[in-house]
Structures are given as C-alpha cells and as structure tokens.
C-alpha cells in the first residue's frame, strides 16, 4: 500500500478540516506533532450556518449531565481561546462576544415549563437568574408584550462560526499545519483494505490499523496517527460511527441604520414546542435559528423552513419583519443517537474520532482540540472525554463470540 503514490508520513492525519478538526490540528501541532489536514475546503463546514451560541446552560436537557459539564468547560476556556487563536492567525477577530442569553417564555405552559428548566439549571449549582415578563422586556424592549417571564444565563455568549473557521484555518497554515485541499475517499488500513466492511471496522481479531486515508485522486497520505472529524460524512469513511446528517436552516437579517441596537443579547424561546433562537451581532447582523430536520443529505433551502423561522420570531420579537433580509442558508450537522460528541479511540489501531457534536460543535471546539491534541501526544484518554468514547454504541458481543 506504500508504493510510489504513498507522500510521507506524518505524526497525524486530520480527516476533515471543520472547525474540529482544525482546532484539534492547531492544537497537535503546538504541542510539536507533524500534522496534515486532508479537505477540499477547510473552515467552512457546518459553521457557515451555525449561529455561533456559547450557550451550555441554556442548551441543557435533562439527561445531558456529563455534556453539560463538557459545555460548561469548553465555555470557560473560550476567552483565552479566542484571545490566543486570533493572534495564531495573525490578527483575526473571532467575533467573541460576552453578551449572555435570555431565554423567554410566551405564554402560561411555556412559562410553567421554563419554570421547571430554571429549578433543574439551579439544582445542578447553574447560574440562570429569573425574570418577570417585564424585567425581560426592560432588558429586550423589542420583546412580544405578551412574554410572560425568562431566564438570564449571563455567562451565555457567542462567537461567529465563520470567522472560528476562517482563524483555525489561518493559524494552522502558520504554524506550519499542511492543508492537503482534496477529499478523502477512504481510510486505508495496513492490510490494504477500507473501513466501510464491518461494524467496527476490524477483523476477528481487532488489530487491523489505520494507517491513513486516500484521496479521491488516488493519492495515500500516510500517518502514525489519524483523525477522523469529516463531520457528517465520518460515518461514510468509517462504519463504526454512527453519524448522521441533521438539516439546519437559517436566516440572516440586517440591524443597521435604524434597526441598529434592535437586540443586545441571544435570545431564545420555544414557540408551538419548537426552539428559536435569534443571536445579533456587533457587525448588525442578526443570525435566526435553526431548524432541525431529518432529510438526509439536502440542504435544499425551503420556503416551509424560511416561514416558519420568520412566523415563530415573529412572535417572539414582532419587529423582526421590518428588517432587511440579507441571506438564507442551510447546513448539515453531525448528529449523535445521544446528541453528544464522540471524542477518542474508536477501537481501532491507529484511529481516533472527534465527530457527532451536533448542535455543539462551535461550543466544543475549544476544548475538542485540546482533548484530542492531548491523546494524540500523551497516548492517554483525558478524564474530560472519557463519558464521550466513540465506542459507547457498540453492541455487547455475546458469551459465544468472545470465546471463540
């Protein structure tokens, strides 16, 4: 498999240059790992649609404990992040804001369930302060009159996605990342095979290793290490991760001239038990988010999708329609069967997943890239992504398979 094709090998090999994988790049390459980012166009995967909400707390669901707690950290380390990646890029401003978020309710059953939300966020030592309908408004004044009380997650902020992966691809090329722009068509294993022809990936005896991938022109790029963080497409190169495409729709107005200052801070609601999140930035642009739909590989940008974003916002915030549209957008977010990332050894020799952050990934990518980067160098699963190892979801083999 190493024949003439074969270029050299290097410590990694980033399948996939997202925000992920470009972060976990950075980060291996700092810590003095020869690194090689294999995409055809890096920094601009599902960030380019993503709203770009820090928001752990506010983003809780009830069984999501240990995610939050990766949220929670990833949040906390997002200001040095920012601070340190725009001088990595030269100069590039990420767009970090400190703004905090206020979730809302719109009526009573939105109210009593939010209620419930607020007593679970300060159960678990979470700090969300309640609001009345009219401290909300005091903060917000474009509010609907009719909001009936919210919670203040003040450590909730955001950062723009496009700008994170137009500095994660700056940095990595100055810091001497190589940024290979072809599309990988398959990992390549040391027996010669692909990864596409068993559940895990493996033969009976799970030592076969993965010793890189090859690209769509038939190139091999070879590495010690690689990792897998392709997005949605990770499952396509590799059957043991269970990764799927999650549709997401959006919508970007204009806050300028007149409509400048129209919100000040995230803000998000549940309208007919669907969630909207509305998230202004300094530039006076206006992101409107997102939905959350089941359709496979389009990205087809609906006017079903394009309504109902602007009818559930409406609501929310009834002067949103005098504002200029400036664009609409559709995106593919790695899911997960539990809506948390897979992060570490897949099982496989040589092969190491950091995929399926769903609607976490600008969130998590602060501290995925350090994770990664610090299995990559140290061999050792850090004790922050032991609870998202990829091979949680693999079916427990039977008395009679291990024996024999």
């Not at 190169?237 to 999650?246: E, F, I, K, S, T």
């Not at 359709?295 to 609501?315: F, I, M, N, S």
Request: glycine share 14%.
């Amino acid at each position: 498999m190493a024949g003439s094709d074969a270029d050299a090998a290097v410590d990694v090999l980033v399948v996939g240059g997202g925000i992920i994988g470009l972060a976990s790049a950075w980060r291996a390459r700092r810590r003095g790992l020869s690194v090689t980012v294999l995409d055809p166009d890096p920094g601009r995967g599902a960030n380019q649609v993503a709203a770009g909400m820090l928001a752990p707390v506010t983003e809780l669901q009830y069984g999501e404990e240990p995610l939050l707690r990766l949220g929670l950290e990833s949040n906390a380390r997002y200001a040095e992040f920012a601070a340190e990646l725009a001088e990595a890029s030269g100069g590039m401003d990420l767009g970090y804001r400190r703004c905090g978020t206020l979730a809302v309710a719109l009526d009573a059953d939105d109210r009593a369930e939010l209620r419930e939300v607020h007593a679970f966020q300060r159960r678990l030592g979470l700090d969300a302060e309640w609001l009345t309908g009219r401290e909300c408004r005091r903060l917000e004044p474009m509010l609907a009159p009719g909001v009936r009380g919210g919670l203040l997650a003040r450590d909730d902020h955001q950062v723009d996605g496009r700008r994170l992966g137009a500095a994660l691809t700056a940095a990595c090329e100055r810091s001497g990342v190589v940024i290979d722009r072809a599309r990988a068509a398959e990992l390549t294993y040391a027996d010669g095979t692909d990864g596409t022809d068993g559940a895990d990936g493996a033969d009976a005896g799970g030592e076969r290793q993965v010793v890189g991938a090859r690209t769509g022109d038939g190139r091999l790029l070879r590495a010690g290490q690689t990792v897998l963080a392709a997005g949605s497409r990770s499952g396509e190169l590799y059957d043991g991760l269970p990764v799927r495409p999650v549709k997401g729709q959006v919508l970007r107005l204009r806050m300028d001239g007149p409509f400048a200052g129209f919100l000040g801070r995230n803000v998000r609601a549940v309208v007919r038990g669907v969630h909207i999140y509305l998230v202004p930035r300094e530039n006076g642009e206006l992101v409107i988010g997102a939905t959350t739909e089941e359709r496979g590989w389009d990205t087809t940008v609906t006017a079903g999708g394009v309504y109902e974003l602007l009818r559930d916002a409406h609501e929310l915030v009834p002067g949103i329609t005098e504002l200029p549209l400036a664009e609409t957008g559709a995106g593919l977010r790695p899911g997960s069967p539990d809506n948390a990332p897979m992060i570490g050894p897949t099982g496989v020799p040589g092969l190491v997943a950091a995929t399926g952050h769903g609607r976490n990934g600008v969130l998590l990518t602060a501290v995925t890239g350090e994770l990664v980067a610090e299995l990559l160098a140290t061999g050792r699963v850090p004790e922050l992504a032991a609870p998202f190892s990829p091979t949680r979801f693999r079916r427990p083999e039977s008395a009679e398979v291990r024996a024999s």
